[in-house]
């Protein structure tokens, strides 16, 4: 079984940056894509991102303010989200997945497995 874990998140004061990381451990990962997800209590999750496990292909949503940034660190074979310019609206719970899609990455529903997530808090 594949698992994924994301690490890095904390608190942090607005315009502020922090970076997480998404690990992957088990067998051979045979996600082509790793998705990066946050969620607030009572919404949906919300995609801000992913990159080819392998292929330097990225997947921004149609939003992206430019914040966000998805890059992979192959010492630590990482796919990492570099958040810059923090404000209090992006204090989530913040969650990495993998998927086969490469064309449906956007969807939380096309992915097989998920981290446990990790908090990030963003004060005023």
């Known amino acids: 079984q594949e698992q994924l874990a994301e690490s890095g998140g904390g608190l942090v004061q607005a315009g502020g940056s922090l970076r997480l990381s998404c690990a992957a451990s088990?067998?051979?990962?045979?996600?082509?894509?790793v998705g990066w997800f946050r969620q607030v209590p009572g919404k949906e999750r919300e995609f801000l991102g992913a990159m080819g496990w392998v292929s330097d292909i990225t997947y921004y949503p149609d939003s992206r303010k430019g914040r966000f940034t998805i890059s992979r660190d192959n010492a630590k074979n990482t796919v990492d989200l570099q958040m810059d310019d923090l404000k209090p609206e992006d204090t989530a719970l913040y969650y990495c997945?993998?998927?086969?899609?490469?064309?449906?990455?956007?969807?939380?529903?096309?992915?097989?497995?998920w981290g446990q997530g990790t908090q990030v808090t963003v004060s005023s």
């Open positions: 088990g067998r051979t990962f045979t996600a082509a894509n």
């Open positions: 997945g993998a998927t086969t899609s490469s064309t449906y990455v956007y969807n939380s529903a096309n992915y097989y497995t």
